[in-house]
T-cell receptor
């Protein structure tokens, strides 16, 4: 069974710190990987999308890396701010037979609190 | 540019009833997927439609069904509701496989 795991489940850090969120997946046959944030009671906001052939993507203070061989992705947040407080979700599209892609498989998320 | 629109935002239904949820994707997006989010199980994939055809399906019972119309709008239906169907149902659309998904705000379903 294809699974996605996120560590840690929760994280609380002071404002201004750089931090790393981890995501691991059980199958290296992935189509792409997407990081989302979810604010309480809201839908998901896409942060970064990494294709299977890419190693990393950057957007502002966010950088996501992908290592298919080890089944890992990391989300790096630089100079954290209180507005970054949210749940961060890693989602993987695994490939299926015939070369297509399955639906997203989500990790349980990392609940991040940035203390002012 | 309008985002993914889900209606209604909130629903309260009685056990045994059926419910239909609606999703309007971003203009030009032909892929629509549905997900269920619960505190215990997290986010789980229900099904995906592309050009009116179901392309993928998650591990949910047959009580959960969906369809997509020619204008790419999608509906999902849950029959014979159970208390455990209480969840946030999220719809996502994508222009093609190599692009990421954009999610709607969800429909909060409560079964009593």
């Amino acid at each position: 069974k294809q699974e996605v795991t996120q560590i840690p489940a929760a994280l609380s850090v002071p404002e201004g710190e750089n931090l790393v969120l981890n995501c691991s997946f059980t199958d290296s046959a992935i189509y792409n990987l997407q990081w989302f944030r979810q604010d309480p009671g809201k839908g998901l906001t896409s942060l970064l999308l990494i294709q299977s052939s890419q190693r990393e993507q950057t957007s502002g203070r966010l950088n996501a890396s992908l290592d298919k061989s080890s089944g890992r992705s990391t989300l790096y947040i630089a100079a954290s701010q209180p507005g970054d407080s949210a749940t961060y979700l890693c989602a993987v599209r695994f490939t299926i037979s015939g070369g297509g892609a399955d639906g997203l498989t989500f990790g349980k998320g990392t609940h991040l609190i940035i203390q002012p | 540019k309008a985002g993914v629109t889900q209606t209604p935002r909130y629903l309260i239904k009685t056990r045994g009833q059926q419910v239909t949820l609606s999703c309007s994707p971003i203009s030009g997006h032909r892929s629509v997927s549905w997900y269920q989010q619960t505190p215990g199980q997290g986010l789980q994939f229900l099904f995906e439609y592309f050009s009116e055809t179901q392309r993928n399906k998650g591990n949910f019972p047959g009580r959960f069904s969906g369809r997509q119309f020619s204008n790419s709008r999608s509906e999902m239906n849950v029959s014979t509701l159970e208390l455990g169907d209480s969840a946030l149902y999220l719809c996502a659309s994508s222009i093609r496989d190599t692009y990421g998904y954009t999610f709607g705000s969800g429909t909060r379903l409560t079964v009593v």
